[in-house]
């Protein structure tokens, strides 16, 4: 009730201050305010202080030195130097300096420093330096610099810098960082990493998450065989420069010792190994989980480990524009825990021995490492 008090206190006092008629400024050393227009200026809002300290809410042209408020404070021409309210700083100019306030900061010129606030820091034109919101940061015109908040960063034009938060908006171009959940930009120039990336374009960037959606990017579906799974499905997006993988594969109890389903999540990269695009090499990462059945019946694997790295080097060879003959060799990690029902030990895969690096087994599980092959078919989007 205090805060909202206070609230309606300041508003009726800005809305005294925008009756006023314009008049020459006038420059003082200091300024003493309760509320305005209780202060030592008088109403007369066209006066500039050098310091100003206001108990509850103040009203000036500006300041040049630093201004202290209990609850708030409004100034119609430019900050430059320090503002500290409890409540909010309200400056219809410039601010060149640092700006902390228990809830907002609002310029509607442009702001360069710092500016700390417990909800959100806006700006109506550019911002640069340092701005952290506990809610959000709003940037109407550039930003440069960082900005951190606690839900959400927006700019409407350019970025040069990094935005850290859950989401994070770049309505133009983003050269820089952006990290959160959601990241969202025009035109990326730099790095997305988050849950989510979303951008019109790529320059020269990078989006490093779990989806990564990029208008002109890089979508694929992959079928291959190898001498572990007798097929695996995998679906890319991204860029060629690093894209998200997510794969299923599947073994029969004939080429293995029960049949198993595995999901597979991992990244790659697709690089050209000739100027026209047609000699392409594939470098995927990915991480396996394997479900072993017994005819119908699911082998007990909860809260077991069945899990295979593989690390492919796959060549392309486009035979048109969509798709390529892709094959290769890989290297892969297998570590289980689960036991397979036909003689109890470890492991519910055949390895081939022929190509094996190590395997062991103890009382717990089975690990090994061996070079295996792929050979598929891509079709790109």
Sequence with gaps: MKKILLSIVALLSLYHIALGQEEEVIKKKASVAFVYPISSN???INVENTASFNILFGANAGVKGGELSGFGAYNKGNVTGGQFAGGFNATKGDVKGAQFAGLFNATHGNSKGVQIAGIANASKENSTGFQFGGVGNVTLGNQNGVVVSGVSNFTK???????VGVVNVGLQKVNGLQTGVVNIADTLSGVQFGVINISKNVEKGTPIGLINIVKNGYYAIELTAGE???ASLSYKMGT????????????PDYVSTTTNHSVGLGFGTLRNLSRNGRH????????NHYLPYQGADKIDSDNKINMMGKLDLNYHYKIND????VGGPSLNGYYSEVRSSDNGSFGTLTLPSETMIHQEFNETNTQAVWVGFNLGINYTF
């Design 42 to 44: 008088g109403s007369n």
């Design 157 to 163: 034009g350019n970025v040069s810098g990094a935005q």
């Design 228 to 230: 572990i799974n007798v």
């Design 240 to 251: 060629t420069d690093f894209y998200t993988i997510f794969k299923y594969g599947y073994t």
């Design 280 to 287: 392409q090499l594939a470098i995927d990462l990915t991480a």
């Design 322 to 325: 969509h798709i390529a003959v």
